[in-house]
């Protein structure tokens, strides 16, 4: 297999094989940068390429294993695989964008964000920086500094946001991992549009020092992948406390990539309906039909008051987002984008009243979840209402409604967001003509490895997958 080809294969089969000397990590890097030059004129997942450092870590693996007689075990589980990251998250020498014009003319990270080192301490090389919507603020990832990040699977269409670049550039074949971050759906939205596997942990479960935040009680972060296992390495790989986020949850480190073969068939898992149903178009009805069914799931439950949730995450959203940024929204106004910027103005004035009573909401329905995982283990929701609408779209119909179209990706995922849970996404195909439309399996706090193996199975059964697109060369 030359480094081509293996780049396009999963991250565990790209670390086997240059473990083994069959290629060398510096060819898969060069084979990544190749691929992201060739496509990403079409796609725009990519903000900042780092092709020079990327290159002297992949040199040094090399030497490394030249200096061994043995190849080298399992304490580099990620040996050699390239990798990007939202431009979010602090990298030295690069401004942290957040996807903004403003922030890319602050100065430059000094340090590596806890997360990319903890990759990199597993072997894996960052390769770049990749496009989100501004401030994170967005769920199409249509950013009007940087512009649109593009549909692999269909370039006329939105990759999803705000976490967009982090899976275009998985579907797009451009790396194996990405990581991005997830406060209203960030990472589920994208990964049910570009048909790859994201996961949100729980929150508190990765330390987000070393990120641009958005809204710090409810921003997470984690990790898109092309298949289960390697979703599973790269989460094994970040976790771990960090006293620097106060919110960072210390529990012992999991490993869960080495139980995801663990039996299934005692969880209790159930669809979840009502709003859950009610709100999602016809193609994501049938993508939860299929993992229910090769599931044998025939339950349906509620959790009741899905949509004032939902509306509570707006107003936590808008108030500490508008806080955050009333500085630069009192002498750069025309710095941001249109539509962030409204909303945040309209958070920094929002009555407090409407903020605590929005709180009261949120601890009201984790209480009714924890309730409901009481009789269940895992949940199985839409992740988006539909597939991936064209860029520029501003309202969709579902189910009858018209809805303005880029708050309404996130109509599935936001209730979740609010309180904390962990979520696996997945990617189904075949429910939409041309295009993958992804399922939600929703666990109670720390249950990860749980989802990640159910996950697993469906991906076993041939139910969910991530195909590469075949994407047109611009070179």
């Known amino acids: 297999m030359n480094a081509n080809e293996c780049l396009v294969n999963s991250a565990a089969a790209i670390a086997h094989a240059v473990r083994t000397r069959a290629v060398s990590a510096a060819d898969i890097v060069d084979a990544s940068l190749a691929r992201i030059e060739a496509t990403d004129g079409v796609v725009n997942a990519f903000t900042d390429i780092m092709a020079e450092r990327a290159r002297r870590r992949a040199s040094e693996i090399d030497a490394e294993l030249a200096s061994h007689s043995e190849p080298i075990g399992n304490a580099a589980p990620l040996l050699g695989v390239p990798f990007a990251v939202k431009n979010l998250f602090d990298v030295a020498g690069l401004p942290t964008r957040a996807g903004s014009k403003i922030e890319r003319e602050r100065p430059p990270a000094a340090h590596d964000s806890p997360l990319i080192a903890r990759l990199e ?95 710090a009680s409810l921003d997470h972060l984690g990790p898109f992948a092309r298949t289960v296992q390697d979703l599973a390495l790269s989460y094994d790989a970040l976790q771990g406390v960090d006293r620097r986020d106060p919110a960072s949850v210390d529990r012992p480190i999991e490993s869960t990539a080495r139980a995801l073969a663990d039996r299934i068939d005692t969880l209790r898992i159930a669809v979840l309906g009502d709003y859950f149903h009610d709100q999602a178009g016809p193609d994501a009805r049938s993508a939860v039909a299929r993992v229910a069914a090769a599931l044998g799931v025939q339950r349906t439950v509620s959790l009741p008051h899905a949509a004032r949730a939902r509306a509570a995450a707006f107003v936590i959203s808008n108030a500490e987002g508008g806080a955050l940024h009333l500085a630069d929204l009192r002498t750069r106004a025309a710095d941001f984008e249109p539509l962030s910027r409204d909303r945040f103005i309209a958070g920094a004035l929002l009555p407090a009243a409407w903020v605590v009573e929005a709180q009261r909401l949120r601890r009201w329905f984790a209480l009714r979840a924890a309730e409901l995982f009481q009789e269940v283990d895992v949940l199985i929701a839409p992740a988006t209402p539909c597939a991936a609408p064209a860029i520029g779209t501003e309202w969709l119909t579902l189910n009858g409604q018209r809805l303005p179209a880029r708050p309404s990706l996130g109509l599935l995922t936001q209730p979740i967001s609010l309180i904390g849970l962990p979520v696996c996404a997945v990617p189904v195909w075949d429910c939409h003509p041309t295009m993958p439309i992804g399922v939600q399996l929703i666990a109670a706090p720390w249950g990860e490895g749980m989802l990640l193996r159910v996950a697993h199975q469906l991906e076993l059964a041939g139910v969910v997958k991530s195909p590469v697109a075949a994407l047109p060369s611009v070179r």
């Open 121 to 215: 301490r597993a072997g894996a090389v960052l390769v770049g920086a990749l496009n989100m919507d501004e401030y994170a603020y967005g769920f199409t990832t249509e950013n009007s500094h940087d512009g649109p990040t593009r549909n692999p699977h269909d370039p006329a269409r939105v990759a999803g946001g705000s976490s967009g670049g982090s899976a275009a550039a998985i579907a797009a074949g451009q790396v194996p991992l990405t990581l991005g971050s997830d406060t209203n759906g960030s990472i589920r939205v994208p990964a049910s549009l570009c048909g790859t596997f994201g996961l949100k942990p729980t929150y508190g479960r990765l330390p987000r020092n070393g990120t641009y935040p958005f809204v």
